[in-house]
């Protein structure tokens, strides 16, 4: 009975998942009618993995050593997945000012994002920010300061280097802490133009026809 209760909560999940990710690529095209003849849109839409914040120290050979073997680790971590703050201005005028979360009871799972503003046609300075809300502690993992190679050693000789490739690999394909887009776009009426996150570059970037305008 609790095999056949995971299994489903399991496919529940992936069907939200798949759902939530093709509302979201229907959303990013980028010339889209709007409802208003004589208005235009600002669209912002993406999905990403919210960063983990986590506290991380190197255990003692005693401490491993009083562990059960499957649970052995170098490096012991406790953590929470971040959450972030939305905000939107248009012409200096606050329009959005939101916090998005990830997704899941513990906001662990990948956040997405689809919000739609109404823009007056004409070139419109756009400033976005979107940035996490908690502070990172000093004593957050980034690295080998956590776990130094010469203290890797024994029967967990490499285990902390790959513990420590694993977090970064899980950092790089986070959201980064901070994000801005600050440009001036031309609207015209009836276009809605998209603006979404590019996992590669890891900033915000404006789609397609939409050539953004340095602001003075």
């Known amino acids: 009975m609790i095999a056949a209760r995971t299994v489903i909560r399991v ?3 992936l069907v939200a998942t798949t759902a939530g990710l093709a509302v979201l690529a229907a959303a990013s095209a980028v ?4 409802h208003g003849a004589d208005t235009a849109a600002l ?4 999905s990403a993995r919210p960063e983990r914040i986590e506290v991380c120290r190197a255990l003692s050979d005693a401490e491993i050593e009083a562990l059960n073997e499957h ?8 953590g929470r997945s971040a959450t972030y703050a939305l905000r939107v201005r248009v012409d200096g005028v606050l329009l959005g000012d939101e916090v998005v979360r990830g997704g899941g009871l513990r906001h ?3 956040l997405h994002l689809l919000q739609t503003y109404e823009v007056s046609p004409g070139l419109r300075r756009i400033q ?4 996490r809300r908690e502070r990172a502690s000093g004593d957050s993992v980034s690295g080998a300061s956590v776990a130094a190679p010469e203290a890797d050693t024994g029967i967990f000789a490499g285990r902390a280097a790959r513990e420590m490739s694993e977090r970064g690999r899980r950092t790089r394909a986070a959201v980064p802490p901070r994000m801005t887009l600050d ?7 009836q276009q809605v133009i998209l603006v979404t996150f590019d996992p590669d570059g890891r900033r915000l970037v ?3 026809d939409a050539a953004p305008r340095r602001v003075p």
């Open 11 to 13: 496919v529940a999940a």
């Open 31 to 34: 010339s889209l009618p709007w």
């Open 108 to 110: 662990d799972r990948p």
């Open 128 to 131: 976005l920010e979107f940035s």
């Open 71 to 78: 649970m052995r680790q170098r490096v012991e971590c406790d």
């Open 43 to 46: 669209r912002l839409s993406w």
């Open 206 to 208: 404006v789609r397609a």
């Open 183 to 189: 440009t001036a776009l031309a609207f015209a009426p």
